[in-house]
């Protein structure tokens, strides 16, 4: 554990490069660093990120700013609603549709809202984390990512 703190603490003023990077991880986890590399290259996904969804290491956390509550009702409330319209509240669908968890985000979605820091998809990714990631694409764009559920619960 201490080792992880350590490396953490390491990669966190960077002070390595990328390829410092996972072998730093690899030996704070226990995994082989030539193994890691080849799962981060044909992931596309860093190696905190892999290490994450393997299990082996805590999701890394951000920080967004809190959203607004509306109508006096919780964020998470909201999008628990909201969920509930769009995929009956299943946080882990994917039914192929090209639209992934609780709130059927696609994945340039995810991904230009910071999903990747959680997994590769949504569907993979704690609901909490896909909130989080909404909430940063509804700053920027509103509801209007969810056009028909937004607008039969009201939001907008």
Do not use: K
Request: charged residues 15%.
């Amino acid at each position: 554990m201490a080792l992880l703190a350590a490396a953490m603490l390491l990669l966190s003023t960077g002070a390595v490069t990328p390829d410092e990077e996972t072998t730093v991880l690899a030996a704070s986890v226990g995994v082989d660093p030539v193994a890691l590399q080849g799962a981060v290259n044909s992931t596309g996904v860093s190696p905190v990120v892999y290490l994450a969804h393997e299990g082996l290491l805590d999701p890394p956390t951000t920080h967004a700013p809190p959203a607004p509550a509306q109508s006096g009702v919780s964020t998470s409330s909201v999008w628990a609603r909201l969920a509930e319209c769009e995929s009956n509240g299943r946080w882990s669908t994917n039914t192929g549709n090209g639209y992934y968890g609780g709130l059927q985000e696609d994945l340039t979605f995810w991904r230009n809202y910071g999903g990747l820091a959680y997994a590769s998809r949504p569907d993979l990714a704690s609901p909490s984390a896909q909130m989080l990631v909404a909430e940063r694409g509804r700053a920027r764009q509103g509801f209007g990512a969810w056009p028909a559920c937004s607008r039969r619960l009201g939001l907008r």
